[in-house]
């Protein structure tokens, strides 16, 4: 999968966990991914169970249902270096400094899905991650991992 320097935002900042999926899913719709009602598949996941996979990282993707809406697959980031909580609410916060939307043809987003968890399940590859100053730097990264 090619990371595209277009689909990555840098040093951004949300008030609600809707307006950073919003973010990345508008991210999927202008690489021309997914129709635009992927986004609203997108919010509608994230109702039925938080995206957030710890290590300060949020992976937000559609429904089953919002396959439809997906032309090719893709992954679209930003990075949040204050964070944005993924658990408004809830007694313990969920923070999520990277937040990656992915949409996929078939079942290629679970190929995506894992190389990303992998990649983020040492918190140091976060931390680097949220700390780049280009979106070059985040691209290398990941394709120093094969992502």
């Known amino acids: 999968m090619e990371l595209k320097t277009k689909n990555i935002l840098l040093n951004q900042s949300f008030s609600t966990k809707e307006d950073a999926i919003k973010a990345v899913g508008k991210l999927l719709v202008e690489d021309g991914s997914v129709e635009e009602s992927y986004i609203d598949s997108m919010l509608a996941r994230e109702q039925v ?39 408004p609410g809830e007694s ?16 290629e987003h679970l190929d995506v899905l894992s190389k990303i968890a992998v990649f ?23 394709e120093e991992e094969e992502v």
């Open 92 to 107: 313990e916060e969920k923070m999520a400094m990277m937040i990656f939307g992915i949409a996929g043809v078939g079942n």
């Open 120 to 142: 983020c399940s040492d918190v140091e590859n976060v931390v680097r991650l949220a700390n780049a100053n280009t979106a070059e730097e985040i691209i290398a990264m990941f």
């Open 49 to 87: 169970v938080t995206t957030h996979m710890g290590n300060f990282v949020a992976i937000p993707h559609g429904t089953d249902e919002g396959k439809e809406f997906v032309k090719a697959t893709s992954i679209t980031i930003a990075q949040v270096p204050q964070g944005v909580n993924f658990a």
